[in-house]
């Protein structure tokens, strides 16, 4: 049984609009094991940016933790991070646990050079040595394929997006956090580039060891580097298991309909189908289980009975009929 780092229990968030509360965090929970890559799939709005935030607390004045809690394991002590103080969270955010927006790409500070972005984070975290911070950008920056020489005085704009990215990459593991959260951190590049950053994740994870959470709507790039991979539909992880079962085998017929929505492991793109319908609205969401109304295998009882992520062995899904989807889903194969 491989070790925990982060147990989340429960863990439920609303952010306030007009229309009345947005349900985009329901009860989640599940474990994230040591070493592993977790990706988190699901069509835009299903509330992956919004579980990436809530873990580390990084939520908006609009969004309110209603229930749950997050606990960080490292070794023998547990710490509940919805019970630590803004400072020590803030501190935690980045030596621990660090984040990369998917929006950050634009959230360099133009007027500074790439340099001080090192100093300043790293100056914020404790750590005051000049030159050892400089030498600890030197040797990310080289890490991440990027001549330090050419980086470390420039300004954001003078670099690419590719650069950029990997400079975020860089930037993310200069306090050495035990786990990293990526969000769509390839979404704004060009094929090529994905493809070097993808393999860079790999090569920087071997090297650091740490622990990742991988957003993506890009199925096969989770496929490729995900160890397990988590579907959220409607605020929720409605299916939980290894790389191989998800593809192959999936249980929910949401997980079904995506992995046939992208070219399939072995490269064939035969299958391109989309899921028919829209993905619900949070703050009115369908009875029972919120997919019934796009699922072909929904029964009268999904109308009313929402279905419980179950584990059986290795495999959570939240369905009635998960028999049924996975006998489907090998036919389709
Ligand atoms: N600041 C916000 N205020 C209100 N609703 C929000 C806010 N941010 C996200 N949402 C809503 O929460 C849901 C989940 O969003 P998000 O976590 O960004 O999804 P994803 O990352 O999967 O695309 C969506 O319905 C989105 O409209
Ligand atoms: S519980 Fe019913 S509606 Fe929901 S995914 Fe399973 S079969 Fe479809
Ligand atoms: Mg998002």
């Given at each position: 049984?491989?070790?925990?780092?982060?147990?989340?229990?429960?863990?439920?968030?609303?952010?306030?609009?007009?229309?009345?509360?947005?349900?985009?965090?329901?009860?989640?929970?599940?474990?994230?094991?040591?070493?592993?890559?977790?990706?988190?799939?699901?069509?835009?709005?299903?509330?992956?940016?919004?579980?990436?935030?809530?873990?580390?607390?990084?939520?908006?004045?609009?969004?309110?933790?209603?229930?749950?809690?997050?606990?960080?394991?490292?070794?023998?002590?547990?710490?509940?991070?919805?019970?630590?103080?803004?400072?020590?969270?803030?501190?935690?955010?980045?030596?621990?646990?660090?984040?990369?927006l998917q929006a950050?790409?634009?959230?360099?500070?133009?007027?500074?050079?790439?340099?001080?972005?090192?100093?300043?984070?790293?100056?914020?975290?404790?750590?005051?040595?000049?030159?050892?911070?400089?030498?600890?950008?030197?040797?990310?920056?080289?890490?991440?394929?990027?001549?330090?020489?050419?980086?470390?005085?420039?300004?954001?704009?003078?670099?690419?997006?590719?650069?950029?990215?990997?400079?975020?990459?860089?930037?993310?593991?200069?306090?050495?956090?035990?786990?990293?959260?990526?969000?769509?951190?390839t979404t704004a590049?060009?094929?090529?580039?994905?493809?070097?950053?993808?393999?860079?994740?790999?090569?920087?994870?071997?090297?650091?060891?740490?622990?990742?959470?991988?957003?993506?709507?890009?199925?096969?790039l989770a496929a490729?580097?995900?160890?397990?991979?988590?579907?959220?539909?409607?605020?929720?992880?409605?299916?939980?298991?290894?790389?191989?079962?998800?593809?192959?085998?999936?249980?929910?017929?949401?997980?079904?309909?995506?992995?046939?929505?992208?070219?399939?492991?072995?490269?064939?793109?035969?299958?391109?189908?989309?899921?028919?319908?829209?993905?619900?609205?949070?703050?009115?969401?369908?009875?029972?289980?919120?997919?019934?109304?796009?699922?072909?295998?929904?029964?009268?009882?999904?109308?009313?009975?929402?279905?419980?992520?179950?584990?059986?062995?290795?495999?959570?899904?939240?369905?009635?009929?998960?028999?049924?989807?996975?006998?489907?889903?090998?036919?389709?194969?």
């Amino acid at each position: 049984m491989a070790d925990t780092v982060l147990e989340v229990r429960d863990l439920s968030l609303e952010y306030r609009s007009r229309r009345g509360p947005v349900k985009a965090l329901r009860n989640v929970s599940f474990d994230l094991y040591k070493g592993e890559t977790l990706a988190l799939i699901g069509e835009s709005g299903c509330g992956k940016s919004t579980m990436g935030f809530a873990l580390i607390r990084l939520t908006p004045g609009t969004a309110k933790i209603t229930n749950g809690n997050v606990t960080f394991v490292d070794g023998p002590n547990r710490i509940n991070l919805m019970e630590m103080s803004e400072n020590e969270i803030r501190r935690f955010r980045w030596t621990d646990m660090a984040m990369m927006l998917q929006a950050a790409l634009n959230a360099y500070n133009p007027l500074i050079r790439i340099q001080d972005h090192f100093i300043d984070t790293a100056k914020a975290h404790g750590l005051n040595n000049k030159s050892e911070i400089i030498a600890r950008a030197r040797r990310l920056l080289t890490g991440v394929q990027l001549d330090a020489d050419r980086v470390l005085p420039a300004y954001p704009h003078e670099l690419s997006g590719g650069m950029r990215q990997r400079v975020l990459l860089a930037l993310g593991l200069l306090m050495q956090p035990k786990i990293i959260i990526l969000d769509e951190p390839t979404t704004a590049l060009d094929i090529l580039t994905q493809r070097s950053i993808i393999e860079l994740l790999r090569k920087l994870k071997d090297e650091f060891n740490f622990t990742m959470i991988f957003i993506s709507h890009d199925l096969s790039l989770a496929a490729e580097l995900a160890d397990r991979v988590a579907t959220m539909y409607a605020g929720q992880i409605v299916e939980l298991t290894d790389v191989f079962s998800a593809f192959e085998k999936p249980r929910h017929p949401y997980t079904f309909g995506l992995t046939r929505a992208v070219p399939t492991l072995h490269g064939a793109v035969e299958k391109l189908e989309s899921i028919p319908g829209s993905p619900p609205d949070l703050v009115f969401m369908p009875s029972g289980c919120k997919f019934h109304p796009r699922c072909p295998f929904a029964t009268d009882k999904c109308k009313e009975v929402e279905p419980k992520l179950t584990a059986y062995g290795g495999h959570q899904v939240a369905c009635h009929n998960w028999q049924q989807v996975l006998e489907e889903s090998q036919k389709a194969r």
